[in-house]
């Protein structure tokens, strides 16, 4: 048993052992809601994959491409997101419970595809699901542009799948394909993937007699487990196989036309994988219905079409009642921008199984206290094996589908923060998932490169994942979010949105629930923040002077010359050269959040010891943020580091770090410090830009250098806090309010203009922006963390406060 395996035991039993103080009514809620949530395109990597919240069991995916020519179908052949190869896509509506509608722009197989989706709820196994597939063709396309489609169908694990009511003689099936299976966790159930409607080509050829296109070709069949997840290699495989026999047969004087070409053997049966091929000539539309047999009745096409209306409807009046776009957002397009990121932020939620890399050496070179730690930790790394733990599983949102679609720690807490508006008992779900993860000592892998198909994506140098690396709490952050629902449910009776997002949970509108999560996640919680105080704890002990007395001031480790990877800031300019003596202003900003998010737990939960202990930290931290990081030459917070006299010297590089005590709540708004914090934040020539605040100073001497990562370029998480820290100062009476509203405005404006700006333009949403141009870049399709600008837009509107005071 691996360590993990153990813990994972462990915390089940956690969770069942309190079981009996939770009320009947709050399991029986429970269970509904994870009801809910059992199906859902959780393959964000794929443009379309359909899997329940299951480790092993069935999943389905969908592949198309153009057929005209011989020469473009292995190109086009679409299956996995992949970036720069469709003019945009993705969820235009979507909401986990009940489904939505995804577009696809496909230039170079000249069509656009739909996808829409559609749960139903009933019976005893999560439900049924039904997806329509529209495929039209473009402008630039002939008027019988001819598309292959592929809908497969895989089952891990134990359980049956097969073909029913197929005849093997025959040249394909006419009508609707019908499956029918069983596993244990989803009983009895019968998918069917209709007719359809559309036309299909007539080549004329003489092939066409063994494989006529109007029917529906089915091949069945058994795979490797190991293999399952490669769909596409898997049919490209089979295929050339058919193209080896059709060849040699027709002669390559007469070779039959491409869509006759790339077709599948049609032999329908048993096994664990199934691909249903259907080639039409124009446009074409036809469904998969999934019927659950414990369900009240089976799924139609009929009750599709009902349902995806009154899902759109209910989408939109609820979309409107949570994040309406404020002034001066207030034009329809804005709505349509922020409903497109937004769905695809919570669209891209997937549900990922399988092991991990793990460096479990301990090595005494990871300890980093002697100069030159990190050649040593370097030399490590490549000498230690990582094993293999797990498996494990994860129900997260992700940064982007197609190049990281997978769990990124820091990134959560972020993507958490629009989703907690929306479903909060979703959003507490997927922080469960994630704390499922910890190890025993309380640490959670900042990447969470789970089974091998999450693997195929990294590069080797980068899946090992290190016990002793961090990245920031920002999960913590969301739990204050909740906290604050919970308070202001409480106290403000008159808010709609409230009322509305109340109606929505059951951790919002029982009390008995929301105390019961706490007090679950409580334990995981605490382990947690002890393994963070212990781990990145800075080397203090040099200090003699009496603010340095507590232990307040912190280190990430695993840093490189050029990285601090953990930091999440990976490229930012620090301490030259690294120094196990070093102090990180952003990490203890981030243990400053964590504590006072535990210790409102703490006091929420009654543990009053606990709260009294994380008071003293959060004093501490506070002040040792000023005493071991402010600068009084720079004006500004810095990192420190230990200097070639032995002596504790400020690094300032002036940027998103010299911000961290005020992003994370640290700075108040009476502080002394607060002017000039806001004063950095203007400034034309340091970090103001025309599209939001630069990640570094136009001053500094990286400004744009090297990687150029995190070293100018906009990003939108930080940007999200200054202007959530600006709104808080602005709303409450203090010397700098009128000061902060005027920015709050106005970075608040440039922040969602940057956004909107680059998506009309491109279709998508980017990973960072380009201070000077405003261009999104990076990352295509980074749907993740920049969706927060969803949040921006539905702030308060504050101009009027502005003028009055003018
Ligand atoms: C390396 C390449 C196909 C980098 O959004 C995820 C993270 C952030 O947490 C971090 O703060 N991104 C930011 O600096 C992207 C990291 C991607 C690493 C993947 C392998 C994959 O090649």
Same mark, same amino acid.
């Given at each position: 048993?691996?360590?993990?395996?153990?813990?994972?035991?462990?915390?089940?039993?956690?969770?069942?052992?309190?079981?009996?103080?939770?009320?009947?009514?709050?399991?029986?809620?429970?269970?509904?809601?994870?009801?809910?949530?059992?199906?859902?395109?959780?393959?964000?990597?794929?443009?379309?994959?359909?899997?329940?919240?299951?480790?092993?069991?069935?999943?389905?995916?969908?592949?198309?491409?153009?057929?005209?020519?011989?020469?473009?179908?292995?190109?086009?052949?679409?299956?996995?997101?992949?970036?720069?190869?469709?003019?945009?896509?993705?969820?235009? #509506?979507?909401? !986990?419970?009940?489904?939505?509608?995804?577009?696809?722009?496909?230039?170079?197989?000249?069509?656009?595809?739909?996808?829409?989706?559609?749960?139903?709820?009933?019976?005893?196994?999560?439900?049924?699901?039904?997806?329509?597939?529209?495929?039209?063709?473009?402008?630039?396309?002939?008027?019988?542009?001819?598309?292959?489609?592929?809908?497969?169908?895989?089952?891990?694990?134990?359980?049956?799948? %097969?073909?029913?009511?197929?005849?093997?003689?025959?040249?394909?099936? %006419?009508?609707?394909?019908? /499956?029918?299976?069983?596993?244990?966790?989803?009983?009895?159930?019968?998918?069917?993937?209709?007719?359809?409607?559309?036309?299909?080509?007539?080549?004329?050829?003489?092939?066409?007699?063994?494989?006529?296109?109007?029917?529906?070709?089915?091949?069945?069949?058994?795979?490797?487990?190991?293999?399952?997840?490669?769909?596409?290699?898997?049919?490209?495989?089979?295929?050339?196989?058919? @193209?080896?026999?059709?060849?040699?047969?027709?002669?390559?004087?007469?070779?039959?036309?491409?869509?006759?070409?790339?077709? @599948?053997?049609?032999?329908?049966?048993?096994?664990?994988?199934?691909?249903?091929?259907?080639?039409?000539?124009?446009?074409?539309?036809?469904?998969?219905?999934?019927?659950?047999?414990?369900?009240?009745?089976?799924?139609?096409?009929?009750?599709?079409?009902?349902?995806?209306?009154?899902?759109?409807?209910?989408?939109?009046?609820?979309?409107?009642?949570?994040?309406?776009?404020?002034?001066? +957002?207030?034009?329809?397009?804005?709505?349509?921008?922020?409903?497109?990121?937004?769905?695809?932020?919570?669209?891209?939620?997937?549900?990922?199984?399988?092991?991990?890399?793990?460096?479990?050496?301990?090595?005494?070179?990871?300890?980093?206290?002697?100069?030159?730690?990190?050649?040593?930790?370097?030399?490590?790394?490549?000498?230690?094996?990582?094993?293999?733990?797990?498996?494990?599983?994860?129900?997260?949102?992700?940064?982007?589908?197609?190049?990281?679609?997978?769990?990124?720690?820091?990134?959560?807490?972020?993507?958490? /923060?629009?989703?907690?508006?929306?479903?909060?008992?979703?959003?507490?779900?997927?922080?469960?998932?994630?704390?499922?993860?910890?190890?025993?000592?309380?640490?959670?892998?900042?990447?969470?490169?789970?089974?091998?198909?999450?693997?195929?994506?990294?590069?080797?140098? +980068?899946?090992?994942?290190?016990?002793?690396?961090?990245?920031?709490?920002?999960? +913590?952050?969301?739990?204050?979010?909740?906290?604050?629902?919970?308070?202001?449910?409480?106290?403000?009776?008159?808010?709609?949105?409230?009322?509305?997002?109340?109606?929505?949970?059951?951790?919002?509108?029982?009390?008995?629930?929301? /105390?019961?999560?706490?007090?679950?996640?409580?334990?995981?919680?605490?382990?947690?923040?002890?393994?963070?105080?212990?781990?990145?704890?800075?080397?203090?002990?040099?200090?003699?002077?009496?603010?340095?007395?507590?232990?307040?001031? =912190?280190?990430?480790?695993?840093?490189?010359?050029?990285?601090?990877?953990?930091?999440?800031?990976?490229?930012?300019?620090?301490?030259?050269?690294?120094?196990?003596?070093?102090?990180?202003?952003?990490?203890?900003?981030?243990?400053?959040?964590?504590?006072?998010?535990?210790?409102?737990?703490? !006091?929420?939960?009654? #543990?009053?010891?606990?709260?009294?202990?994380?008071?003293?930290?959060?004093?501490?931290? !506070?002040?040792?943020?000023d005493?071991?990081?402010w600068?009084?030459?720079?004006k500004?917070?810095?990192?420190?580091?230990?200097?070639?006299?032995?002596?504790?010297?400020?690094?300032?590089?002036?940027?998103?770090?010299?911000?961290?005590p005020f992003?994370?709540g640290l700075v108040d708004k009476d502080s002394k410090r607060l002017g000039a914090v806001l004063d950095l934040i203007e400034?034309?020539?340091?970090?103001?830009?025309?599209?939001?605040?630069?990640?570094?100073?136009?001053?500094?001497?990286?400004?744009?250098?090297?990687?150029?990562?995190?070293?100018?370029?906009?990003?939108?998480? @930080?940007?999200?806090?200054?202007?959530?820290q600006l709104l808080n100062i602005a709303q409450a009476s203090g010397p700098h309010q009128s000061r902060a509203t005027k920015m709050y405005?106005?970075?608040?404006?440039?922040?969602?203009?940057?956004? =909107?700006?680059?998506?009309?333009?491109?279709? +998508?949403?980017?990973?960072?922006?380009?201070?000077?141009?405003?261009?999104?870049?990076?990352?295509?399709?980074?749907?993740?963390?920049?969706?927060?600008?969803?949040?921006?837009?539905?702030?308060?509107?504050l101009?009027?406060w502005v003028?009055?005071e003018l």
């Open positions: 048993q691996s360590r993990h395996g153990t813990l994972w035991q462990g915390l089940t039993c956690l969770f069942a052992l309190q079981l009996p103080l939770v009320s009947a009514q709050v399991a029986e809620v429970e269970k509904a809601t994870n009801a809910s949530l059992l199906w859902g395109p959780y393959r964000p990597n794929l443009y379309f994959g359909v899997r329940p919240r299951i480790p092993k069991g069935l999943m389905g995916g969908l592949m198309w491409t153009r057929v005209e020519d011989y020469q473009s179908v292995q190109a086009n052949f679409r299956h996995t997101c992949e970036q720069h190869e469709l003019d945009g896509y993705g969820w235009d #509506e979507y909401d !986990v419970r009940s489904g939505g509608r995804q577009t696809i722009h496909d230039p170079g197989n000249k069509i656009d595809m739909t996808t829409e989706f559609i749960k139903y709820p009933g019976g005893e196994h999560g439900g049924s699901w039904g997806a329509r597939i529209k495929g039209t063709p473009r402008e630039d396309a002939s008027p019988n542009l001819r598309t292959t489609v592929i809908w497969y169908n895989t089952l891990e694990g134990l359980g049956s799948l %097969e073909v029913t009511g197929a005849d093997k003689e025959e040249t394909g099936i %006419e009508g609707d394909v019908v /499956l029918s299976g069983r596993t244990m966790e989803l009983g009895d159930f019968e998918l069917k993937v209709t007719e359809g409607k559309g036309a299909h080509p007539h080549t004329g050829h003489p092939s066409y007699d063994d494989k006529p296109l109007d029917r529906t070709l089915v091949h069945s069949g058994q795979v490797p487990e190991e293999a399952i997840w490669q769909a596409k290699a898997l049919l490209f495989a089979h295929m050339k196989g058919q @193209i080896d026999v059709l060849i040699p047969k027709y002669g390559e004087q007469n070779p039959p036309p491409p869509a006759q070409v790339y077709t @599948i053997q049609h032999l329908p049966g048993r096994g664990n994988m199934h691909l249903v091929q259907k080639v039409f000539e124009g446009p074409f539309e036809f469904d998969i219905l999934f019927s659950s047999g414990s369900a009240p009745e089976k799924l139609t096409s009929e009750h599709l079409t009902e349902q995806i209306d009154s899902v759109t409807s209910s989408f939109s009046t609820r979309f409107t009642e949570i994040f309406k776009p404020q002034a001066p +957002f207030v034009k329809k397009r804005y709505e349509e921008f922020s409903k497109s990121l937004f769905s695809n932020l919570i669209g891209g939620i997937g549900y990922f199984f399988g092991d991990s890399r793990v460096d479990r050496s301990y090595d005494p070179a990871y300890e980093e206290d002697n100069e030159g730690f990190w050649e040593e930790a370097a030399e490590a790394r490549s000498r230690n094996q990582a094993q293999l733990e797990g498996p494990s599983e994860l129900f997260t949102a992700i940064p982007s589908r197609p190049f990281f679609p997978r769990g990124f720690l820091w990134d959560e807490g972020f993507h958490l /923060l629009p989703v907690i508006d929306w479903d909060a008992d979703l959003t507490l779900d997927i922080i469960k998932s994630w704390f499922q993860l910890m190890d025993e000592d309380g640490w959670i892998a900042r990447e969470q490169i789970l089974g091998a198909e999450a693997r195929s994506k990294v590069p080797e140098e +980068f899946q090992v994942q290190y016990p002793h690396y961090a990245n920031p709490p920002t999960l +913590f952050m969301v739990i204050t979010a909740f906290l604050d629902k919970l308070d202001a449910i409480k106290t403000d009776t008159s808010s709609e949105k409230l009322q509305q997002e109340k109606s929505y949970s059951t951790q919002l509108s029982n009390r008995e629930a929301a /105390l019961q999560y706490l007090r679950t996640l409580y334990p995981l919680l605490k382990r947690n923040y002890f393994w963070y105080r212990k781990t990145q704890a800075g080397d203090i002990k040099s200090y003699d002077r009496e603010a340095f007395s507590t232990k307040e001031g =912190y280190r990430w480790r695993g840093r490189t010359p050029q990285h601090i990877l953990t930091s999440g800031l990976d490229d930012y300019p620090r301490a030259q050269p690294p120094h196990p003596g070093e102090l990180h202003v952003d990490l203890i900003s981030w243990m400053g959040m964590m504590t006072r998010a535990i210790k409102r737990i703490a !006091v929420y939960l009654d #543990e009053q010891d606990d709260a009294a202990e994380f008071a003293r930290y959060d004093e501490a931290i !506070v002040r040792n943020i005493d071991l990081h600068s009084d030459k720079e500004t917070y810095c990192d420190a580091t230990i200097d070639d006299y032995e002596e504790h010297s400020l690094i300032c590089h002036k940027g998103y770090i010299s911000l961290f992003l994370t400034d034309e020539d340091e970090l103001w830009s025309p599209y939001g605040i630069r990640s570094l100073s136009k001053s500094d001497e990286f400004y744009h250098t090297a990687e150029d990562y995190w070293r100018g370029p906009v990003w939108m998480p @930080i940007n999200y806090l200054a202007v959530s405005n106005e970075l608040r404006k440039r922040l969602v203009d940057t956004v =909107y700006e680059s998506w009309k333009e491109t279709g +998508f949403a980017w990973e960072q922006y380009n201070p000077e141009t405003g261009k999104g870049q990076r990352t295509q399709h980074f749907t993740g963390w920049t969706s927060l600008v969803v949040k921006i837009m539905a702030m308060p509107d101009s009027d003028r009055d």
